[in-house]
């Protein structure tokens, strides 16, 4: 499907078939009589509707759409990428840390398995949990607002994390680090918001690279810090990127569409002004056209599933699960699949015999470069992303990845005793189930007007969470009992899920942000 060049009053919407229908500047199709709304509104916009449909605005006018496909790519986004990759640096470095502090309290505090998991899954819980306030809460008062605070409060409450005490309190500590950790998606939200539709795939894609380079960080981390400063030592230094970013955040600028929908317009004006002077452009003439919700409840969960919305957000919400629950085992899987002793078939059946320190193995050196190789896969899979994101367009990129990471996961029903091949396996696996997130990232802002858009990443998040939180119990527990059924199980959600990205009602290549 090409994608027409058009002037900057006008943009394309696919429907269902896959049909081109123009629009233009106002958001109205072709066909529609002046002065009424459209039948071809995109899904939600019943809830946001412009003051340009009423028809009384002059013909000088623009959208913050229009105004940023105009402005371009520039030194602006290059600023905000930086500050916003750092913010997904930070939350990779957390997230990684799952993978290798179950293994050193393991051996610590004589963990059993369940307590691992538990552990792992105290932290989903968090963020499950926060997923839908934070969403709501960046509706209401704005992802800049929402971001800082949670930045805050994450640095605060993983820092304490690294003192604590006993068992009970570092699953509390985890928990309250996964409640901010739940903020993180809103800055793909704010960054979406401010690309051209054009570049828009790529760049969020692109995003994941720093993402990648959290997780890599931390390996490189935990290999130099492990043998002398233990895992509080570890916890304690992966807060320093989570504070750099809370002491720049005060550079994010607040979404312009945000402002613009919130009858905002001269703050809106004032951040285009802003986009325009730094990326040398010229500032589009003309009134800004502020759509009218003001008497319109914002950022509420229950218009998720309003009829033209409820298909889409079911099945998001479906593989959003499903991606977290796939990606997050073969992270855990990871280094429980290392620590086996001969064949991968000689793990099964050990539940519950390794909880002394006699039976305890800790991570060696070289776990730690098996470990960063599966994680550089992260890499590969971006690029393979963008490479395919654009030409198969987000519905099928989703459904291609399932299916590659399907393919790759079959091999560990094979009772390998030979590293190189389990640690190839295991890089194919993460690099492609780590494009399926890249991909649904694109595709969840795009799909939400702007009233619905932070709800509608942040109630996905949670859900991504929610998967998140099953999966230790798979990797962690179900694997000593049989390596093979806790494959299956991964495959089995896969598979479903490559059916639901099939399924989703809308393919948002080409498609104006609304």
């Given at each position: 499907m090409n994608r027409n060049n058009r002037d900057i009053g006008s943009y394309e919407e696919f429907d269902e078939d896959g049909n081109s229908i123009a629009k233009d500047s106002l958001g109205g199709s072709s066909g529609s009589p002046p002065g009424s709304a459209p039948s071809s509104l995109d899904p939600g916009a019943h809830i946001e509707m412009s003051a340009a449909v009423s028809g009384v605005v002059p013909d000088d006018t623009f959208t913050v759409d229009q105004a940023v496909n105009a402005l371009?790519?520039?030194k602006f986004q290059v600023k905000l990428s930086l500050i916003t990759g750092l913010c997904w640096m930070a939350d990779s470095m957390e997230m990684m840390i799952l993978a290798i502090l179950s293994p050193a309290l393991h051996c610590d505090w004589h963990l059993s398995e369940w307590k691992q998991a538990f552990l792992t899954t105290s932290v989903f819980i968090g963020m499950m949990i926060s997923s839908a306030f934070w969403g709501n809460l960046s509706d209401k008062y704005g992802r800049k607002r929402s971001l800082r605070l949670a930045a805050v409060m994450l640095a605060y409450w993983g820092l304490l994390s690294a003192f604590a005490p006993t068992y009970n309190w570092i699953v509390l500590l985890r928990?309250?680090?996964g409640f901010a950790i739940g903020c993180i998606p809103q800055s793909v939200?704010?960054?979406?918001?401010?690309?051209?539709?054009?570049?828009?795939?790529?760049?969020v894609v692109l995003l994941d690279c720093f993402w990648a380079v959290g997780a890599c960080a931390e390996v490189i981390l935990a290999l130099w810090v492990m043998p002398t400063m233990g895992w509080t030592g570890l916890l304690a230094l992966s807060t320093v990127p989570l504070i750099l970013f809370a002491l720049v955040s005060h550079w994010l600028p607040e979404s312009a569409r945000y402002d613009a929908a919130s009858g905002e317009s001269e703050k809106a004006l004032a951040t285009l002004q802003k986009i325009a002077d730094e990326?040398?452009?010229p500032m589009l003439l003309g009134r800004l056209i502020v759509d009218d919700v003001a008497q319109v409840n914002r950022g509420r969960l229950m218009d998720l599933l309003v009829p033209d919305l409820k298909w889409t957000t079911l099945l998001l919400w479906f593989i959003w699960t499903s991606c977290a629950f796939?990606?997050?085992?073969?992270v855990l899987m990871t280094t429980e699949l290392f620590e086996a002793k001969g064949n991968l078939c000689s793990l099964s059946g050990t539940e519950g015999i390794y909880t002394c320190s006699a039976d305890c193995h800790p991570l060696s050196s070289e776990d730690y470069l098996d470990l960063l190789w599966t994680t550089l896969a992260e890499f590969p899979g971006i690029f393979f992303t963008i490479l395919v994101i654009e030409k198969?367009?987000?519905k099928k990129t989703m459904a291609l990845e399932f299916i590659i990471f399907v393919i790759s996961i079959i091999f560990l029903f094979i009772c390998t005793s030979n590293r190189t091949w389990l640690t190839f396996i295991l890089f194919v696996a993460r690099g492609i189930i780590s494009g399926v997130f890249q991909a649904a990232y694109v595709y969840t802002p795009e799909v939400y007007p702007t009233s619905l858009r932070a709800v509608g990443v942040?109630?996905?998040?949670?859900?991504?969470?929610f998967g998140a939180m099953l999966t230790p119990v798979v990797a962690q527990v179900l694997t000593r009992t049989s390596v093979h059924l806790a494959t299956a199980t991964y495959g089995i959600v896969a598979i479903l899920a490559i059916a639901a990205a099939l399924m989703l009602p809308i393919e948002t290549r080409g498609r104006a942000m609304s």
């Amino acid at each position: 499907m090409n994608r027409n060049n058009r002037d900057i009053g006008s943009y394309e919407e696919f429907d269902e078939d896959g049909n081109s229908i123009a629009k233009d500047s106002l958001g109205g199709s072709s066909g529609s009589p002046p002065g009424s709304a459209p039948s071809s509104l995109d899904p939600g916009a019943h809830i946001e509707m412009s003051a340009a449909v009423s028809g009384v605005v002059p013909d000088d006018t623009f959208t913050v759409d229009q105004a940023v496909n105009a402005l371009g790519f520039g030194k602006f986004q290059v600023k905000l990428s930086l500050i916003t990759g750092l913010c997904w640096m930070a939350d990779s470095m957390e997230m990684m840390i799952l993978a290798i502090l179950s293994p050193a309290l393991h051996c610590d505090w004589h963990l059993s398995e369940w307590k691992q998991a538990f552990l792992t899954t105290s932290v989903f819980i968090g963020m499950m949990i926060s997923s839908a306030f934070w969403g709501n809460l960046s509706d209401k008062y704005g992802r800049k607002r929402s971001l800082r605070l949670a930045a805050v409060m994450l640095a605060y409450w993983g820092l304490l994390s690294a003192f604590a005490p006993t068992y009970n309190w570092i699953v509390l500590l985890r928990g309250l680090v996964g409640f901010a950790i739940g903020c993180i998606p809103q800055s793909v939200t704010l960054y979406a918001e401010f690309l051209p539709a054009h570049q828009r795939g790529k760049c969020v894609v692109l995003l994941d690279c720093f993402w990648a380079v959290g997780a890599c960080a931390e390996v490189i981390l935990a290999l130099w810090v492990m043998p002398t400063m233990g895992w509080t030592g570890l916890l304690a230094l992966s807060t320093v990127p989570l504070i750099l970013f809370a002491l720049v955040s005060h550079w994010l600028p607040e979404s312009a569409r945000y402002d613009a929908a919130s009858g905002e317009s001269e703050k809106a004006l004032a951040t285009l002004q802003k986009i325009a002077d730094e990326n040398g452009k010229p500032m589009l003439l003309g009134r800004l056209i502020v759509d009218d919700v003001a008497q319109v409840n914002r950022g509420r969960l229950m218009d998720l599933l309003v009829p033209d919305l409820k298909w889409t957000t079911l099945l998001l919400w479906f593989i959003w699960t499903s991606c977290a629950f796939c990606y997050y085992g073969v992270v855990l899987m990871t280094t429980e699949l290392f620590e086996a002793k001969g064949n991968l078939c000689s793990l099964s059946g050990t539940e519950g015999i390794y909880t002394c320190s006699a039976d305890c193995h800790p991570l060696s050196s070289e776990d730690y470069l098996d470990l960063l190789w599966t994680t550089l896969a992260e890499f590969p899979g971006i690029f393979f992303t963008i490479l395919v994101i654009e030409k198969l367009g987000r519905k099928k990129t989703m459904a291609l990845e399932f299916i590659i990471f399907v393919i790759s996961i079959i091999f560990l029903f094979i009772c390998t005793s030979n590293r190189t091949w389990l640690t190839f396996i295991l890089f194919v696996a993460r690099g492609i189930i780590s494009g399926v997130f890249q991909a649904a990232y694109v595709y969840t802002p795009e799909v939400y007007p702007t009233s619905l858009r932070a709800v509608g990443v942040g109630t996905c998040s949670g859900m991504a969470r929610f998967g998140a939180m099953l999966t230790p119990v798979v990797a962690q527990v179900l694997t000593r009992t049989s390596v093979h059924l806790a494959t299956a199980t991964y495959g089995i959600v896969a598979i479903l899920a490559i059916a639901a990205a099939l399924m989703l009602p809308i393919e948002t290549r080409g498609r104006a942000m609304s």
